[in-house]
């Protein structure tokens, strides 16, 4: 597919295909350093992705170390996404108003010390905290990473190219999170997933200043000025960014202890009408910022619109499919830690081996179609592994699904990244970029919280009926992998619904 189709499939005009940002007036010459700078920028999005999975298979072990509550082991996953989709918005804006470079080192910053401290817990309250702070340095960190590669690369099969190695590390990360964490609690101890990154945040940290082009810094020399986003007074939606951290902080609450209070008991729907309060004071905030969080008029690109709805669907039902899944291993199968991790690595060794092919027919015929593909592996793939049985073994039950689902990771993960950013101008990148990462891991969070309150409460019922405890913990995870499968099913018609191939709406400012 050439530029012009893809850039009226985002809506906007076709005169917008022509390479723009930094990628427009560099010399060949510095294509190598180009290249360099990318390294360094996938590797600090990698080492944020992992950490969004990295705890799962070491969560019985920190669950009997730190003597967490059962219901309090999902905030060590919920609270580093909730923090991450609260404030990637705000780190969005900020990296295009402040400099990306310099939102990128601050985040980096931030999400190495907050690793260390992870590493030290020695309370479940304090591991919590240290995870939400995670969150936050990812929030800088990932808007950051991608507005700088947008604008090194201009827009068409160069860029799709490093957005293919992108999205096929997004896909890759959750998974290699997974055999990390295995191999690092089995042989070294739980503390050690979170010391991996203190080497690695340093690192990047040091070399970010030398490889990775200033950009839109503020004072920069003359001949980056027209990669600076804004020019004007420096404002901050802080209260956008408070309001829907907080909405999604009461409904997470709302929905995890709903198996216990009771749907409809008084707490529970007092919870999520302050949730959904929240969520529309977000929205009034938003169309009445002088510099919103989330700036509504993007959302009229049919491309970006329909790509975050895609991709929130995607971490509804993928990420949560992980969730389930390492937990059905374990605590069903009983498998070790380490043994969780390299099961997954069915669906990552997959996925990576897909994502060059993946990248190059998205250039040839459309985002839409791709992750349209995408998705229905993936929600079939989840909805093979639904039927894993109590006594379930890995070959017969879950490899086959595992390589579907990673199969099919590769064909959304990567079209999702460049459908949200087809069309979007230089001065957005940052926010449109934050987006992307903000509807994918809140379809994680929510997909999470969600899906353990159903499995919570059907096991309740079969233990309450009889059903020996694998017995019941099998049956609770069947009915929320059907609703994740199902989930992923809709991302289908939800693509094709809202991506449309032409339309003459643009972003106005």
Known sequence: MNNALLTAEAGAPLTSARPTGLAASRPPQLASRRWKAFALLVVAYFITIVDFTIVNVALPTIGRELRFPESGLQWVVTAYGLTF?????????????????RLLLAGLAVFTAAS??????????????????????????LPAALSIVMNMFSEGAERNKALGIWGGVGALGGTVGLLAGGILTTYVGWQYIFFFNVPIGAAALALAPKVVPAGNEPGNEPGNEHSRAHSGPRRYDTSGAVSITAALLVLVYAISQAPQAGWAATQTVALLAAGAALLALFLVIETKAEAPLLPLPLLRLSSVAGSNAVGFLLGTSFITFVFLGTLYMQQVLGFSALATGAAWMTASVTSLACAGFSQRIVTKTSPKRVMAVGMALIGAGILWAAQAPVNGNFWPDLAGPFFIAGLGTSFAFIPISIGALTGVTERDAGVASGLLSTSQNLGGVIGVAVASSIAASRFHTLARHGYATAAALTGGFHWALWLCGLTGLAAIIVAFVLIRRTATDNVTD
């Not at 479940?124 to 960190?141: E, K, N, P, S, Y």
């Open 116 to 141: 260390l401290g992870g590493g030290l817990a020695t309370s479940d309250t304090f591991l919590i905290v240290m995870r939400g702070m995670q969150g936050l340095g990812a929030a800088l960190v």
């Open 85 to 101: 989709a609260g404030f990637v918005l705000l780190g969005g804006r900020a990296a295009d108003l402040l400099g990306r470079r």
